[in-house]
């Protein structure tokens, strides 16, 4: 392209935009609808007390690489799709490269990829420029997975060291504006396997609009993170605290009514833009 007045072509000079990843799940089966390929983004200001990367957490380290390299690496796997299969990012807190899984997924709507967005809502806000960004990532984003940790505020806030307000707005915002998603909610003894707790969450799951909820999913609480927390010399804030019992699961599930959502068996993604 033509120079003038000595002034470079913006779109010549550009730096491409770098996301530090974590690590990529070529074959992912259980984060999001089909057969994903999920990549793990580095970064995440919670300190769950149950999570078992911590290794996540840091931010601006791990492996950079651009979205169109991501992009073609995922294609190689797009055979094993099917029809509800596609890309999933995770993390860490996949919101805290905004601006990088923006990008990301807007370049795989123009492959015809579909887009899964995994997260826990730490840093919605409604203000700018974040909430713009949010805006227009919800627009090509098929489907979100959202952990709600813990329904009660205060409780969130001990297990997480950040209260969910922001995070409740947050799904509010995607009920309004009709995107879809997939709640999740670890059970921990001790911390979230408490019937009122569980029945507070099933209640409000069941009131949010527009039938929005795809599926609703417990996941039992696990110890394969504690050998981490040892090696980077982090103190395991649920050392002695095992796995809940399967009448546990069970009565977890009752109370979220999680027979109640099978909309995401009929799950398609939305069409090409």
């Keep these: 392209m033509e120079e003038k007045a000595g002034i470079k072509d913006q779109s ?29 983004l580095q970064g995440c200001h ?13 931010l601006n380290v791990g492996d950079k690489m651009t979205t169109d390299q991501i992009l073609d690496d995922a294609e190689k796997y797009r055979a094993f799709w099917g029809k509800t299969g596609g890309i999933t990012v995770s993390g860490g807190e996949a919101l805290v490269q905004v601006d990088f899984v923006l990008e990301l997924f807007e370049k795989a709507k123009e492959r015809n990829i579909s887009t899964c967005l995994d997260t826990a809502g ?83 799951i069941a009131k949010i609009p527009n039938d ?35 009448d546990r699961v069970a009565n977890a599930e009752k109370l979220l009514h999680t027979n109640d959502y099978t909309g995401y068996r009929n799950w398609m993604p939305m069409p090409k833009l």
Aim: proline share 6%; charged share 25%.
């Design 122 to 204: 730490q840093p919605f806000t409604r203000e700018q420029p974040f909430f713009d960004k949010f805006e227009r990532l919800m627009q090509v984003t098929d489907i979100s997975l959202v952990d709600i940790k813990h329904i009660n505020s205060k409780e969130h806030k001990k297990l997480t060291q950040y209260g969910n307000e922001n995070i409740l707005d947050m799904i509010q915002y995607m009920a309004a504006h009709h995107n879809d998603i997939w709640i999740r909610h670890v059970l921990v003894p001790q911390r979230t396997d408490y019937d009122n707790y569980l029945a507070e969450l099933g209640d409000y």
């Design 46 to 58: 919670m300190r769950c007390q149950y999570c078992h990367n911590p290794d996540t957490w840091k």
């Design 12 to 40: 010549e000079t550009k730096e491409p935009l770098i996301g530090y990843v974590h690590s990529i799940e070529t074959f992912g089966s259980v984060d999001g609808p089909g057969i994903r390929y999920v990549v793990f």
């Design 212 to 246: 929005i909820v795809q599926k609703v999913e417990v996941l039992p609480y696990h110890t394969l993170g504690v050998k981490k927390y040892h090696e980077m010399k982090i103190k395991y804030r649920l050392e002695g605290i095992e796995t809940p019992t399967p």
